[in-house]
């Protein structure tokens, strides 16, 4: 099977470029993730993120055939070859694939991504209905990987001013919680003609989320939110 | 020429849930704390576990923390601390909330409250039954939810964290006073000295050590092959958790909770086989007992598919919408690694390598323990532990599902309020020894000058199949015997390894030699400490001692890295305030 991989290394490389790698792929290769970890046996010097292999942690989201995605979901079976990978469009690049991810988790930290209740602690749990849990379903389960934001041309402009999708997606599940009492600050926070409104709904994001999220969803949501309080 | 230092007053070595919760409690107290971590924090192992965290609300049904302390203590085949083990079953509950109170997204019952399913081995009434619903749960994803929560705390708490930081050596004074870490920059490849008056391991699990694995890549032992290098035993290294469930060919974790909902597994003529092992618990029977029968249906010519390699993993009837809402990552998973949809058919499993019952000995406080003269448990002073890297012991032979969770969440609380206390009584830093950050120098200089050497991933296949051949589910006098051998070869390849990048900027090749340094320590120290113990106990099966000996074998194993020296230790059979729970005959 054969691939092209976008290849830097500052140490070395005066500018970037694409090598190509034909890999004889074994009969438990299945994954993307497989593959590139078979071109490492070939050759010592790729550099990747990887670690849980399933879709949980995050780490190994790419560029792949112009597209972004996690490689250790993307089946091997149905993907169209030569296979194109490139590092996550628009970060910084460290080193061959792997990008800064700095500006992404600044944007992450700043829309306070925590539950903010003052009341004195109860011995027991802060109750909670099925229902009102239920509005933290599709919201949670953002696994960070960075392949929405990285897919938001409103990002690519302004990551330093817009949120962004996965950092937006975090802010409303705060938003939507019943426990959360920090809801008018947080609208406060993303109030701005760039931090929330720069999303213009193209939704590139919920095409490209590896774990079929809806940022765009919730940023709509956010934006009644904020409607609502100004009548 | 040394290496650059920067001075904190605690050090913790990883950022899953037992570093984060530990930081917690540091920063939370104002102590200047770095926690290094080789992946970004929310991308560390906790984030797979999926069943959920095992404590006694008793929301959904009469619980107690005393029947929680009895199911562990059965679980552990008696090998289990149980002070350890009261302080864990005890605290439990408290910690739980507290993390609902951070923010936790569990699942919840008509009245608010937590949601809790049953999971194997939990049992009401001291293991008579009936099961216990005590597994607090967000869907199949509470490890996701609990990393991505105690994460979000740090965030507000400002810890300092140093992401994509890999720690290389502890650096011990004279006394044998942990003063600090080496580490690298990934990014840079540059080593700093960390100069700390405390350091906290909490470097998870070494699943790499074999070849199927539940474990991520990450999952190198770093902390267990940093400690015996510095001197210090591990315990317990023969016990290996083979978890039931992995997906058959790719190793990727189907959750204990999918039987805790009602699925049950099947062999190729479609019986319902644990009926015959495990008549009262059935499929919910402990792992080792569960993983046990499988392989025994497998090894006798019962098991599914053309090789007839795995079983099968029957959920279909609990119906969709059961699926959807308690188990949707179960289904993902199962649709891209086993390409069926669960709501329809059954799901091909094998007990895979999941978890590390043994390491790092601590007592129940956190604070590492090794012999000295006549005290086997003397305190390391300045040096702690917490989580799957250290060993409590709570798990002892054979950890229940859930309890990973709760012991991490307890453990990471503990040991950081240790590490504040000792710093309250330490206010100095001791001064770093003249050779501090040199046996870190020796092993990058050894690296990057090595000729005719052998290629990492080759030695490191050869470490995993020596462990998957000769350390399995069940384990054989001459494999064991065998594997000793083996592995000690491996362990000569391993000083001879050679990378052909030499890049400093994130090197990973660098970073994956320096990890199979971790792995084969953790791998010599299990198949020497598997070799010795002549007895079967949890998760340690052996053909030629197929009986647990309490007479003779009632003792945790030491192992050092030193001369491949073992030693011994009693079993803690006194709790802290509940009554021992007396060795007997295990039947589920």
Redesign the interface.
């Known amino acids: 099977m054969l691939f092209r991989i976008y290849r830097y ?4 490389d005066a500018k970037p470029y694409m090598k190509e790698y034909d890999v004889e792929l074994g009969s ?1 290769d ?1 994954m993307l993730l497989d593959a590139l970890i078979r071109i ?2 070939m050759d ?2 790729l ?13 190994d989201a790419m560029n792949i055939n112009g597209k972004n995605g996690l490689a250790c ?1 993307t ?1 091997l079976a149905t993907i169209k070859t030569p296979v194109e990978l490139r590092p996550l469009p628009g970060m910084p690049v ?3 694939l ?1 990008v800064d ?1 700095s500006q992404f ?1 600044k944007q992450y ?1 700043s829309v ?4 903010v ?1 003052e009341d004195a ?1 109860p ?8 229902k ?2 239920e509005q ?1 379903d599709g919201l ?2 953002c ?2 990987c960075a392949c929405c934001s990285t897919a938001c041309p409103s990002f690519w402009w302004n990551p330093d001013k817009f949120v962004g999708p996965a950092g937006l997606l975090q802010a409303y599940r ?1 938003l939507a ?1 019943s ?2 009492q920090s809801s008018s600050q947080r609208l406060d926070n993303l109030e701005d003609p760039y931090r929330l409104f720069r999303c213009h709904s193209i939704m590139n994001c919920v095409d490209v989320c590896p774990k079929g999220l809806n940022p765009t969803k919730a940023i709509g949501k956010i934006k009644d939110m904020l409607v609502k309080r100004m009548v | 020429m040394s290496y650059p230092v920067r001075k904190f007053d605690a050090v913790i070595v990883g950022a899953g849930g037992a570093g984060l919760r530990a930081a917690l409690q540091l920063s939370q107290a104002g102590c200047k704390v770095a926690v290094l971590s080789k ?2 924090p ?4 906790t ?2 576990a999926q069943g959920g965290v095992g404590a006694a609300l008793a929301n959904m049904g009469e619980d107690s923390w005393h029947w929680h302390m009895y199911d562990t203590v059965k679980g552990s085949d008696w090998l289990g601390d149980q002070d350890a083990i009261e302080f864990m079953c005890r605290e439990a509950p408290k910690s739980v ?2 993390l ?4 936790m ?10 949601y809790q399913r049953p999971f194997g081995g939990h049992m009401q009434n001291f293991g008579a039954g009936p099961p216990s619903q005590r597994s607090c749960c ?1 869907a199949d ?1 509470t490890g ?2 609990m990393l ?1 929560t105690l994460y ?2 740090n ?2 708490s400002n810890t300092h964290f140093f992401v994509e930081w890999m720690a290389l050596d502890l650096i011990r004074d004279s006394s044998g006073q942990a003063v600090g870490v080496t580490a690298m920059e990934m ?1 840079t490849g540059e080593v700093f000295i960390f100069h700390a008056k405390a350091v906290l391991f909490a470097t998870g699990g070494a699943g790499r050590v074999y070849e199927s694995s539940t474990n ?3 999952n190198t032992g770093d902390g267990l092959g940093i400690v015996s290098r510095a001197g210090i035993p591990l315990e317990d290294m023969e016990f290996w958790q083979f978890h039931p469930t992995g997906v058959a ?2 190793g ?2 189907i959750t204990e909770g999918v039987r805790g909902e009602g699925g049950y597994l099947l062999n190729k003529d479609g019986e319902r086989f644990m009926e015959r092992y495990a008549p009262n618990a059935k499929d919910l029977a402990s792992r080792d007992v569960v993983a046990r029968a499988m392989a025994t249906e497998i090894k006798d010519g019962r098991g599914c598919g053309d090789n007839g390699d795995h079983v099968m993993l029957k959920l279909d009837h609990l119906g969709e919408e059961l699926i959807e809402s308690k188990l949707p ?1 179960i289904r ?2 199962a649709k ?2 086993a390409n069926v949809d669960p709501v329809k058919d059954p799901i091909p499993v094998v007990p895979t390598c999941h978890y590390m019952m043994g390491g790092i000995p601590t007592n129940y406080r956190g604070e590492v323990v090794a012999p000295s003269g006549e005290d086997k448990e003397a305190i390391v002073p300045g040096l702690f532990a917490a989580g799957e890297c250290a060993c409590a012991s709570v798990h002892g032979a054979n950890r229940l599902g859930t309890n990973s969770l709760t012991d991490l969440l307890v453990f990471g609380k503990s040991s950081g309020d240790s590490t504040v206390k000792f710093l309250k009584q330490n206010l100095e830093h001791k001064d770093l020894p003249h050779d501090a950050g040199d046996l870190t120098r020796e092993r990058l200089d050894r690296l990057n000058n090595q000729i005719n050497g052998e ?3 080759e030695v490191g296949a050869a470490l995993r199949q020596t462990m998957q051949r000769n350390c399995g589910v069940f384990r054989f006098p001459d494999l064991l015997a065998n594997g000793v051998a083996e592995i000690k070869e491996v362990a000569q390849r391993v000083m001879r390894t050679q ?3 030499k ?7 660098r970073i ?1 030699a320096l990890e199979l340094d971790n792995l084969i320590e953790v791998a010599v120290a299990s198949l020497v400490s598997a070799d010795a113990r002549k007895e079967s106990r949890g998760a340690h099966d052996r053909a030629d001692f197929a009986e647990r000996d309490d007479e003779n074998w009632l003792k945790h194993t030491l192992w050092f890295k030193e001369g491949n020296r073992l030693d011994y230790k009693p079993v803690h059979m006194n709790p802290l305030t509940a009554e021992t729970i007396e060795p007997k005959v295990r039947t589920y």
Not at chain 1, 9 to 12: A, E, F, L, N, V
Not at chain 1, 112 to 115: D, E, F, G, I, M
Not at chain 1, 123 to 130: F, K
């Open positions: 290394d500052p140490d070395k438990s299945r490492k046996e010592d010097s550099s990747i993120r990887r670690s849980c292999r399933e879709g949980v942690c995050g780490s979901l089946s460290i080193r061959d792997i991810m988790f930290h306070q991504p925590y539950l209740n602690a011995d027991t749990e802060r109750l909670q209905s099925p009102e849990r933290l949670y389960e696994i960070l705060f919680d426990r959360d | 992946v970004f929310t991308r560390s192992h984030v797979a909330i507290e609902e109170h951070f923010g997204p569990f699942d919840r019952n008509e009245n608010g409250s937590v967000a994803r996701h939810a991505h979000q705390r965030v507000q990014e991520a890549f990450i060919g790719a990727v974790l990552g993902e998973i891209k690694f290629s990492v991933s990378i052909s990048d890049s400093k900027v994130f090197n990973t090749a994956e």
